[in-house]
């Protein structure tokens, strides 16, 4: 059984930074993060592909944090992670890991969030 455990969730200034950590083994093929907001539904915020071509794996990511936020994993640390730059008061949520063994959308193993905070 896989275990997901988000780190790093905190309480920011409008334009400063954050870097998400998610315990993810190297195996997992399909890995992304996703958030939600009071009152709106939840939404994949970045996603990584690890069965394609590219080296690192491929990455999607929603419209309104392209350009800002980077999703990547660490094979040596077995973990994911999510660089966020330049945030928004739009991008307050609970922030949730997840992953699955198959390709995308696989998602059999989910986080239990961690809270991020952006004040303008």
């Known amino acids: 059984q896989v275990q997901l455990v988000e780190s790093g969730g905190d309480s920011v200034q409008a334009g400063g930074s954050l870097r998400l950590s998610c315990s993810a083994p190297g195996y997992l093929l399909c890995m992304a993060w996703f958030r939600q907001a009071p009152g709106k539904e939840r939404e994949q915020v970045a996603r990584l592909e690890m069965y394609g071509l590219e080296m690192y794996g491929r990455t999607t990511y929603t419209d309104s944090v392209k350009g800002r936020f980077t999703i990547f994993h660490d094979s040596d640390k077995n973990t994911l992670y999510l660089q966020m730059n330049s945030l928004k008061p739009e991008d307050t949520a609970v922030y949730y890991c997840?992953?699955?063994?198959?390709?995308?959308?696989?998602?059999?193993?989910w986080g239990q969030g961690t809270q991020v905070t952006v004040s303008s």
């Open positions: 997840a992953a699955g063994g198959g390709r995308c959308p696989d998602f059999q193993y």
